[in-house]
């Protein structure tokens, strides 16, 4: 890519204006020179344990959906299927690639992957990030709860399916129809954290080794809304630029259909686009360099009220000093509310409409204790982030140290703020959410 395009999908992806689609031709072993894709490989591993000849493997193309056809008509068992699969990524999850990591260095906040594998998950928890993981089951099973993700806290989405859960894998030719009939229907529904960002006009998607000369996927990307008025880039590999059918799929992605198909090495260009996006952080903390770690929130810095049992006092002072010094304003009980009466009476005046965040400092004590005021002001937040939008983050549950977690606040991603990284992230995720709603503020208004 030129430099003047490189840094502009660099600004795109700063502003969360930017999703990473992964497709399964980039998931390979590390250190593999072939860099063959492990759905290939395990397309081989399931004709090579039905005994299958060169001639026969040659004949199949290698491809899984045949391979999984040819197993099930052998075998006719969907569970030996499924779970030779899930013990093959299951094998394959304890490693990731430099191609991974370099683009989990940069502040993605949602990956969509169309690969059952760790390796994306993985490599953002290899540069010290605090990654979500969902997957979409088409047979309708059950799936964890989502937090809103964020730059310190991205999510990985496995649309079609994930190892961890057998039902949700997407291997034959039926599992591809009802997948289809499933996402048209909606029936499962895509979570409304994924469906909210893709809506936004102004996202767009940087596809990589997705294999769009697929025919479903064109189906797919007309329901998931992918088909974007902000131009989408897709690399592929040699094996797409050298299809005969290359021109028809080029064609048919242009026009309202923006996407541009660029031959290009994975590897190469995830490496030129994080030092593009470091060189911008770099020259960011050289003009800010002048600025003191104990200066002051800016006056349009949002506020955050800090809900904790009363005898950790002491480590709540600490944060406080260490939020403000990051930007972060901490809404203060200068009449000293919290030990009298007044405060029940005065508690949900200052949360519904004095602050902007609530974070919920989490400890042994707070778990220990069967009563406390912190009660009620959890549930008065609850309340209040059930009258936002799905995208906007008002309740910000952490722990400070080990510690269990509320049963109220266990469908919350959290975050451990006893340590400096944590509450970096912490800062992190306020000032970005701030900044969303900042940017949404002015659209309304402009």
Same mark, same amino acid.
């Given at each position: 890519?030129?430099?003047?395009?490189?840094?502009?999908?660099?600004?795109?992806?700063?502003? @969360?204006?930017?999703?990473?689609?992964?497709?399964?031709?980039?998931?390979?072993?590390?250190?593999?020179?072939?860099?063959?894709?492990?759905?290939?490989?395990?397309?081989?591993?399931?004709?090579?344990?039905?005994?299958?000849? !060169?001639?026969?493997?040659?004949?199949?193309?290698?491809?899984?959906?045949?391979?999984?056809? !040819?197993?099930?008509?052998?075998?006719?068992?969907?569970?030996?299927?499924?779970?030779?699969?899930?013990?093959?990524?299951?094998?394959?999850?304890?490693?990731?690639?430099?191609?991974?990591?370099?683009?989990?260095?940069?502040?993605?906040?949602?990956?969509?992957?169309?690969?059952?594998?760790?390796?994306?998950?993985?490599?953002?928890?290899?540069?010290?990030?605090?990654?979500?993981?969902?997957?979409?089951?088409?047979?309708?099973?059950? &799936?964890? /709860?989502?937090?809103?993700?964020?730059?310190?806290?991205?999510?990985?989405?496995?649309?079609?399916?994930?190892? +961890?859960?057998?039902?949700?894998?997407?291997?034959?030719?039926?599992?591809?129809?009802?997948?289809?009939?499933?996402?048209?229907?909606?029936?499962?529904?895509?979570?409304?954290?994924?469906?909210?960002?893709?809506?936004?006009?102004?996202?767009?998607?940087?596809?990589?080794?997705?294999?769009?000369?697929?025919?479903?996927?064109?189906?797919?990307?007309?329901?998931?809304?992918?088909?974007?008025? +902000?131009?989408?880039?897709?690399?592929?590999?040699?094996?797409?630029?050298?299809?005969?059918?290359?021109?028809?799929?080029?064609?048919?992605?242009?026009?309202?259909?923006?996407?541009?198909?660029?031959?290009?090495?994975? !590897?190469?260009?995830?490496?030129?686009?994080?030092?593009?996006?470091?060189?911008?952080?770099?020259? %960011?903390?050289?003009?800010?360099?002048?600025?003191?770690?104990? +200066?002051? /929130?800016?006056?349009?810095?949002?506020?955050?009220?800090? +809900?904790?049992?009363?005898?950790?006092?002491? %480590?709540?002072?600490?944060?406080?000093?260490?939020?403000?010094?990051?930007?972060?304003?901490?809404?203060?009980?200068?009449?000293?509310?919290?030990?009298?009466?007044?405060?029940?009476?005065?508690?949900?005046?200052?949360?519904?409409?004095?602050?902007?965040?609530?974070?919920?400092?989490?400890?042994?004590?707070?778990? @220990?204790?069967?009563?406390?005021?912190?009660?009620?002001?959890?549930?008065?937040?609850?309340?209040?982030?059930?009258?936002?939008?799905?995208?906007?983050?008002?309740?910000? /549950?952490?722990?400070?140290?080990?510690?269990?977690?509320?049963?109220?606040?266990?469908?919350?991603?959290?975050?451990?703020?006893?340590?400096?990284?944590?509450?970096?992230?912490?800062?992190?995720?306020?000032? !970005?959410?701030? %900044?969303?709603?900042?940017?949404?503020?002015?659209?309304? &208004?402009?």
């Amino acid at each position: 890519m030129e430099s003047r395009e490189l840094r502009s999908l660099v600004d795109r992806v700063k502003e @969360g204006k930017c999703v990473l689609v992964l497709g399964p031709r980039v998931a390979v072993r590390a250190g593999d020179p072939e860099r063959r894709p492990l759905d290939e490989l395990l397309a081989l591993a399931l004709l090579n344990d039905l005994g299958a000849s !060169e001639a026969e493997i040659a004949a199949s193309a290698v491809t899984l959906r045949r391979a999984a056809d !040819e197993y099930m008509r052998r075998q006719g068992d969907p569970y030996m299927l499924t779970g030779f699969a899930c013990d093959f990524y299951e094998a394959e999850a304890q490693s990731t690639t430099d191609f991974h990591t370099d683009l989990a260095a940069l502040p993605f906040q949602l990956c969509i992957s169309a690969s059952p594998d760790d390796l994306m998950f993985r490599a953002y928890k290899s540069v010290e990030k605090t990654p979500q993981q969902g997957h979409y089951n088409f047979s309708g099973g059950r &799936t964890p /709860p989502l937090s809103q993700p964020s730059e310190q806290s991205p999510l990985v989405y496995h649309l079609f399916g994930h190892y +961890s859960d057998r039902t949700s894998l997407v291997l034959t030719e039926v599992d591809l129809i009802r997948f289809l009939v499933a996402i048209i229907k909606g029936a499962p529904p895509v979570p409304d954290q994924i469906r909210g960002i893709l809506n936004d006009p102004e996202v767009s998607c940087l596809f990589i080794g997705f294999g769009f000369h697929q025919w479903y996927l064109r189906v797919l990307l007309e329901v998931m809304n992918l088909y974007k008025s +902000s131009r989408g880039i897709a690399f592929e590999d040699n094996v797409f630029f050298e299809r005969p059918d290359r021109a028809e799929v080029v064609g048919f992605f242009s026009g309202t259909r923006r996407i541009d198909f660029r031959p290009l090495q994975w !590897e190469a260009f995830a490496k030129e686009l994080r030092a593009a996006y470091e060189a911008t952080v770099e020259k %960011k903390a050289v003009a800010g360099a002048a600025q003191t770690a104990g +200066s002051s /929130p800016a006056p349009d810095a949002p506020i955050a009220f800090v +809900s904790y049992a009363s005898q950790d006092r002491d %480590k709540i002072e600490a944060l406080a000093e260490q939020l403000e010094a990051r930007g972060v304003n901490i809404w203060q009980d200068k009449q000293d509310l919290r030990a009298g009466q007044k405060w029940a009476r005065a508690l949900e005046n200052v949360i519904q409409s004095q602050v902007h965040y609530v974070i919920v400092v989490q400890t042994p004590t707070m778990i @220990g204790r069967d009563e406390g005021i912190f009660y009620k002001e959890i549930d008065i937040a609850r309340s209040r982030q059930s009258e936002m939008r799905d995208d906007i983050t008002f309740l910000i /549950p952490v722990t400070h140290g080990t510690s269990e977690i509320l049963s109220s606040l266990k469908e919350y991603h959290v975050i451990d703020v006893g340590e400096e990284k944590g509450v970096e992230q912490l800062a992190r995720a306020i000032l !970005e959410d701030w %900044k969303k709603r900042a940017a949404r503020r002015q659209a309304v &208004t402009a």
